[in-house]
Structures are given as C-alpha cells and as structure tokens.
C-alpha cells in the first residue's frame, strides 16, 4: 500500500491524503480552523491520522521551497510536523515541488477531467518563481498552455507566458517552437487583482470584482486594460510577487475617482457600517473592462491551445479558473470542444495535483482516472455541534 500526502502552502492551504492512487479525502484548512485563506496546514496533516496509522511520502507544494524552519533541527516545518506525528513509528520521504507550480494547477485538473488526452490551459497569478539566463532576478508564470497525456510523462509545454518587472519589452526564450515568452508587462490574473483593489476589496477576493462588473458599462475614457494583445504596463504596475496596483498618477480620471471614493469610505464608516457601500462609477466601469479583456484574453489562449496541440478536450485551471463568468463565455465561443473547468482552480487545488504527479512516478497510469462527479472528496467535516445554538427548544 502506498499512502501519499500531499501539502499546499500559502492562502489556499489544504491537504490531500492519497492511498494507491485513489484520493481518500480533500480538505482546505480554512474548513478545519474556520478562518477564511488560513495558511499552513497543520490541521490538514493531524486529521490525516483519522484514516491512515503512517504515511509514505510528504509532498509539499508551493510556488518556492523557502518557508518556516523548526527551532534546532532546521527541519522544514512540514517535514517536522510529520516527523512529530510519527513518534518513530515509521518513516517518510519528503518531496518539495516548487519549480512546476502551473504543472499542479494542469494534472489536478487533467486528473479530475477524465480526459485521456487534453490540452491544459493555466491562467494565475505569479506562479513558480524562477530564474533564466535572461536576465537577472526573478521571474515569475503568468499563463501556461500544457499538451497531456496518460502516462504524465507525456506532458509537455506548448507555450508559458513568463514575466519580470525590468523593462526587457517581449523575450523568446526558447528557439524551438514551445513559444515560451518573457514580457515586462502582467499576466491576466495580476490585472484584475489590482482592479479588485482598486474597488475596495482584498486582491484575493477577485470575485467581488467579478460580481461587481455588470454594474459598469463601457468608458471610452478610462486606460484601456490591455494594448497590442497584453497587459498595459501604463495602467498596471507590477509589484511581484503578491500583486500588481493601478497607476492612479498616471491619469487625472483615476485621481479625481480617489477623491471620490475616499468620500463614498468616510460616508460608509460613519454610518456604522448600516448603509450599503457605494461605488463609484469608474469603479464599476474598471470592474466591468477588467472582467471584458480578460475574458477575451483567455478565449485568445484556449483558442491557442487548440491550434498548438491540436486537441479539442481543453482543461481550465489557475486562479482564473474560479471566474464563472468568464467560464461560460468559453462553451458559448467554442461550442465543439469538449471544455472542463477545474473547480479547485485555485491554488488548494496543488494538493491534489502533487499526489497525483508523485503517484505517477510510482505506478504510471497509461488509462485516465474517471471524471469527477462531485466535489465532495472523502470524510465529511460535518458536525452537529455547530449549528446547537441555533436550535429553538421544543
């Protein structure tokens, strides 16, 4: 028997628990500790032990290997958790994947499609941070179109869409024909974070902007969001990795819209917060471009991704995945490809991708695994206890 658990780090914390291939559970941290995007997930690797009594491989998945250390050994703090848990009664090896951050955004979705073959097309924020000789410093993957194929060592890069915030205009990086580009201007994910803020919510609540866009409309006189196919350096700043932010300095329209908005705040405040929050119509007309180009940005890549593979199964994951708005758009644009959108698109989802690329390279599947019916992966979390309060005694 092997039994595989698999980690992700970072704002999407959660933890896949894999037993001969199989996904026996699923489950983000925020579920265990009830606190929105919690990091780290420690609760996710004790609840493993409700199922399993050892563990043989630890995968941790993240954008970069550098994280925590514990005090004295200099373990990782995965790798000493587990280590902890074990009190010697088995051993484990750890595996850190660190440099393919886009790769487990595709097999996660590619393993739950169903598909034996597909072309996967990631779309996210900054991704794995890596270094060329290109330049100096590091870089960053913003889109990313896989070929896949049962066994998963038949998948190969179509074309990645790297960036860096140095001024190098657009770099090939390969001479071959995989199309790799390094650009100084941001990836779609990154646009429409600074949009979300720009509007008044956390970068990482991009489907409040999402929500938000119907109310906006077209404004022939904001910045366009994108120019000659990318991502406007002149709207957009970048600030790698966490985000980019709109150059409201740039644009006497955005300046005049601050003013206007730090109004809307104090009117908001004062009230108690009993009021509903007021945006502004530049905010809602922001909302509503960012939502248009990028939409348009992605049909561009999938449409792409058909004529590079040639496939006509696409899978969709990355952060972009989550805008169900967008995803519509996709099936009504290319009503004869078969187009699976990964639900876990979000970087939660590298857990799973994690198991299933160590898994493998264990015992390599030449037959695709059946196609997810549910979300819903393993032991239930429900407890009763929660909802006791709420209960009108008899």
Not at 104 to 110: E, K, P, S
Not at 289 to 314: D, M, P, S, Y
Not at 318 to 344: H, R, S
Request: one cysteine or more; aromatic letters at 12%.
């Amino acid at each position: 028997m092997s039994v595989i658990l698999s980690v992700a780090r970072g704002h999407n914390a959660s933890t896949t628990l894999m037993i001969d291939g199989e996904v026996v559970f699923y489950i983000e941290e925020e579920r265990l500790s009830r606190r929105k995007y919690d990091g780290s997930p420690i609760l996710g690797i004790m609840k493993a032990f409700d199922c399993v009594d050892h563990i043989d491989h630890l995968v941790v998945c993240h954008t970069h290997k550098h994280g925590p250390e514990l005090d004295w050994t200099g373990e990782t703090l995965y790798s000493g958790l587990l280590r902890k848990l074990a009190r010697g009664r088995f051993e484990f090896q750890t595996h850190h994947v660190a440099a393919i951050h886009h790769e487990m955004h595709a097999i996660c979705g590619f393993y739950n499609s169903g598909f034996e073959t597909a072309a996967c097309v990631i779309a996210d924020g900054a991704g794995s941070f890596l270094e060329t000789d290109a330049i100096d410093g590091v870089i960053y993957e913003f889109e990313t179109i896989f070929k896949a194929k049962w066994p998963l060592d038949k998948f190969d890069v179509a074309y990645k869409h790297l960036g860096t915030d140095q001024s190098v205009g657009v770099k090939k990086l390969d001479e071959s024909n995989l199309d790799i580009i390094l650009t100084e201007y941001p990836g779609y994910v990154k646009s429409y974070e600074a949009i979300t803020e720009y509007c008044g919510f956390q970068s990482i609540d991009a489907g409040k902007t999402m929500g938000l866009s119907p109310y906006g409309k077209e404004n022939p006189d904001l910045p366009p969001i994108t120019r000659d196919g990318w991502v406007s350096r002149d709207l957009f700043t970048p600030d790698y990795p966490n985000q980019s932010a709109v150059n409201i300095d740039r644009y006497p329209i955005l300046q005049e819209d601050v003013l206007e908005i730090s109004k809307n705040k104090e009117r908001y405040e004062k009230s108690g917060q009993r009021e509903d929050k007021e945006y502004t119509e530049i905010q809602k007309d922001l909302a509503y471009a960012v939502q248009k180009a990028t939409e348009e940005g992605l049909i561009r890549l999938i449409r792409k991704a058909h004529e590079k593979t040639g496939e006509k199964n696409i899978v969709i994951s990355g952060g972009y995945g989550l805008n169900c708005v967008a995803n519509y758009k996709y099936w009504k644009e290319f009503p004869d490809l078969n187009i699976y959108v990964e639900p876990i698109s979000h970087d939660g989802g590298t857990s799973i991708g994690g198991a299933v690329w160590l898994n493998e390279q264990i015992v390599k599947s030449d037959k695709p695994y059946p196609r997810r019916k549910s979300l819903y992966f393993g032991i239930s979390n429900y407890n009763r206890h929660y909802f006791d309060p709420l209960l009108v005694p008899k």
